[in-house]
């Protein structure tokens, strides 16, 4: 029984990766008033050019360093529809969405699958430092000690974190004090792209070492869900992300089990996106958005 | 006629008297309101004073259902109603107008008014239109149906609000510092509107107002509310305004003295802030040709009815709005562009008209009050939170703010609001201070304590443009009056020479 409960809390750290990381990134982003619907297509770009790039160099970190590059590319892109030319935030994050898919699916077919091949590399390895729950792979361990806390920091204890949350609530309060609003919610957006191209890159890069087609498989969408989950707070989006990979990982352990051998592993499958539903009924009611969510800011 | 518990309650007219008994309410440890008594009758108009904080509008939410009381109960006719909701409130026969409107502004006045009284699935428009036409004449209350909300000025937006209350069957109407809103024009329309509803309608309305002059105007009956408490409640011809402000401040307060101007303004000195010929191009509502300048030490005041190129001369030297023509010149340099970057290197500061505009209600005290100079308190690694809480606690004092540094500023009253807003203009030492509508919505208190700050800013050879719609002010206050009509600058009168008279005729338009 203490196996499965290890195997259970690992493989949830493991689950809950990419999607702390993503809804950390949609975090920064919103605070700044700007909701990036594109998470999950930069997930699904970093994840390809990640694998892309490491396939061809022989490097995981060079992989690494173009999924980032991609995630920030595509924030950019991002920041000057929504930003620069007012574009409206849903539309825009729908378009990068749709347009990062289409992209990787398209270029995947040319570069690899066209001779019915698949893109490999050997994956990161889990680093063992005594037993199955601290056996994981080192972006886990990065992602839960060191970009957790330094986003909490950016937010609540730096001066870029003040400009982001008041630009945030209220942009016109923040270009009178001589605060940059444009600069600040792309700053915001890059920042915030870079972590949800980690998220997606882990998946590749650590967790399965291949590409297919829908690898992301919406968990772009469940990290916006997250954050609101978390009323725009650090410790309430973890809980979530926890509670989500719990149940993920847990119906998991319950396919193997002779008594479930019946029950439809589709039904196992959607438990955890019905925990998500759940838990946004419950406790999605009266969020406190921030003040300026979804209002492009221009000057009069 | 009714008895209860030995007090007598005459009736009059058709709608039966309101009486709201014991109310207390508490938010966490503030007390809001203690044991708060008040009687409301049909056709009569009953002014709440006090100052800012002291539960006017608490007193009136829990009136009008929007919030609980944690004792006592509101009765019509002796007979204990029950208010969990404006629904209840409504059907009660209450209404009403609060500071910040609830209309739908993208559309029309009669769909508006057509939500607020929609019984049934279909919705028959033109019958409402022609409801929203009988009921205009009726209460003397014009409004354009067909408009959409958002085109209509602030001042018809009110009375389309007011409509809205009155024809979903209201006796009683509440309305909420009606008049903060407004210009002077359309405060003696909407003064001659509550006559109009309180004589031929027979409805009763308690307006809630700190001006005076409204209140000699249209009160029937007075009610003095501090600190949570009704410390007067008397009919309006049976007390001075003075002793109404006396009860309201709570102790003998005259009114602020004149500013001590120095014999010779200083002539001497060149201008600091210089505007030649300032234009900004707009469908409506633009500025056209203005040019003025201020000194070290000097107080320009800008006057002018409301609308008429005040809110676009302070977005332009607050950066918020570029101009197409014209140069600003600070300190002998001509600006390249006005951006709230550029001006605020120049050394101008700027309080801005709205305060709810000016800063972000989430944040806390702290956190605004180093909005405009995050940069200064950065430290290598992260904010060095501690200088800014004693920074923080030095303006408290120095400005005598009733406020906690780690409170989010939207829980503020409006004076303290203000002073903090204030702080943060003034800890810049800005050579130029751009100052608008400073005392609008203010207590007596804290208006005179506005006041003395900008005379006291000006004898550390600040230069100040006071922008504001209250004339007195701007008598009290400026060493000059420039008066903008039109969206231009039609006349600078020295202090000497400025009188009621003379400034009215140029914000008229109608002297050269």
């Known amino acids: 029984m203490i196996d499965v409960t290890e195997e259970i809390i690992s493989s949830s750290l493991r689950i809950a990766t990419p999607l702390a990381l993503a809804a950390l990134g949609e975090l920064v982003t919103e605070k700044s008033g700007v909701l990036n619907l594109g998470v999950e297509g930069i997930m699904y770009g970093s994840a390809f050019v990640g694998i892309a790039t490491a396939a061809q160099t022989g490097s995981l970190t060079a992989g690494l360093v173009a999924a980032l590059v991609s995630g920030a ?17 849903h539309v825009a994050g729908l378009g990068l969405t749709l347009l990062m898919i289409s992209l990787c699916n398209t270029a995947n077919r040319i570069i690899f699958t066209a001779d019915g091949g698949q893109v490999r590399v050997d994956p990161w390895q889990p680093l063992n430092f005594g037993g199955p729950i601290f056996s994981q792979y080192w972006l886990t361990y990065a992602t839960f000690l060191i970009a ?67 690898i992301i498989n919406g968990r772009g969408w469940v990290a916006l869900a997250l954050v609101i989950f978390g009323r725009w707070t650090i410790g309430r989006l973890l809980i979530g992300a926890a509670l989500f990979s719990l149940v993920n990982a847990g119906q998991l352990q319950l396919r193997l089990l002779p008594s479930f051998a019946d029950v439809p592993f589709e039904i196992l499958l959607a438990l955890p996106f019905l925990a998500v539903i759940v838990g946004l009924a419950i406790s999605g009611r009266n969020v406190p958005y921030p003040g300026a969510y979804l209002k492009p800011y221009k000057r009069l | 006629m009714n008895s209860v518990e030995g007090v007598v309650i005459a009736s009059r007219g058709g709608a039966p008297s309101i009486y709201l008994r014991n109310i207390t309410k508490a938010y966490g440890e503030t ?19 006090g100052e800012n904080g002291a539960g006017k509008t608490t007193l009136m939410k829990i009136l009008y259902g929007l919030s609980q009381p944690d004792s006592g109960q509101i009765e019509a006719d002796g007979v204990a109603l029950k208010i969990e909701s404006p629904r209840d409130a409504r059907a009660a026969g209450i209404g009403m107008v609060t500071q910040h409107f609830s209309l739908v502004k993208n559309m029309t006045v009669i769909e508006n008014i057509a939500l607020a009284s929609a019984k049934t699935f279909a919705i028959d428009l033109a019958r409402v239109r022609a409801e929203i036409v009988s009921a205009s004449t009726r209460f003397g209350l014009d409004v354009p149906p067909d408009a959409i909300v958002s085109s209509l000025p602030i001042s018809l937006q009110q009375r389309v609000e007011i409509l809205k209350a009155l024809m979903s069957g209201c006796s009683y109407l509440i309305l909420d510092e009606p008049t903060a809103v407004l210009g002077p024009n359309d405060i003696d329309s909407l003064l001659e509107v509550i006559r109009r509803l309180r004589s031929d309608a027979g409805i009763g309305i308690v307006l809630i107002s700190h001006k005076m002059a409204e209140i000699e105007k249209v009160a029937d009956r007075v009610s003095v509310l501090r600190r949570g408490q009704v410390v007067s409640s008397s009919l309006a011809n049976g007390i001075t305004s ?45 500025l056209s040709d203005v040019s003025f300048a201020v000194r070290p030490g000097e107080i320009l005041g800008i006057a002018g009815v409301s609308g008429n190129g005040q809110t676009e001369l302070v977005n332009v030297l607050s950066g918020t709005t570029q101009i197409d023509s014209g140069t600003i010149v600070v300190e002998g340099r001509q600006l390249g562009s006005n951006t709230p970057q550029s001006l605020m290197r120049a050394g101008v500061g700027i309080l801005g008209e709205d305060r709810h505009a000016s800063a972000v209600h989430a944040l806390q005290v702290v956190e605004n009050l180093i909005l405009d100079c995050v940069e200064k308190f950065a430290g290598k690694l992260q904010l060095r939170r501690k200088e800014m ?18 409170q989010a500023f939207g829980t503020l009253s409006g004076g303290n609001m203000q002073k903090v807003l204030l702080a943060r203009l003034f800890s810049r030492n800005p050579k130029v201070a751009i100052i608008s509508q400073p005392t609008r919505g203010l207590d007596v208190m804290a208006t005179n304590y506005v006041r003395s700050l900008i005379a006291q800013a000006s004898k550390q050879s600040t230069a100040v443009v006071l922008v504001s719609e209250d004339l007195d002010e701007i008598l009290e206050l400026a060493d000059r009056v420039a008066v903008m009509y039109r969206g231009s600058v039609v006349g600078i009168v020295d202090h000497s020479e400025a009188s009621r008279e003379s400034i009215g005729e140029l914000m008229a338009g109608i002297a050269k």
């Open chain 1, 148 to 214: 957790v806390p330094f986003v909490w920091w950016l937010l609540w204890k730096s001066g870029l974190g003040l400009k982001i949350r008041a630009v945030g609530e209220n942009p016109e309060a923040a270009d009178v004090a001589g605060i940059g609003v444009a600069k600040t919610r792309y700053t915001a957006i890059i920042i915030g792209s870079l972590f949800m191209a980690l998220g997606g890159a882990f998946i590749t890069l650590a967790f399965v070492g291949t590409f297919t087609v829908n």
């Open chain 2, 242 to 286: 003075k002793e109404l402000v006396t009860l309201m401040v709570g102790e003998q307060q005259s009114g602020a003295e004149q500013r001590q101007r120095s014999a010779s303004p200083s002539q001497s000195q060149s201008p600091i802030l210089v505007l030649e010929s300032v234009g900004v191009t707009r469908e409506a509502g633009g």
């Open chain 2, 389 to 406: 809480l004693s920074h923080c606690e030095s303006a408290i004092t120095q400005f005598e703010i009733k406020a906690n540094p780690k």
């Open chain 2, 31 to 49: 007390i809001a309101l203690s044991d708060v008594s008040l009687d409301l009758r049909a056709g009569e108009v009953h002014a709440l004073l």
């Open chain 1, 73 to 89: 590319l595509a924030g950019l892109i991002f920041a000057f529809a929504t930003v620069t030319l007012g574009v409206n935030q």
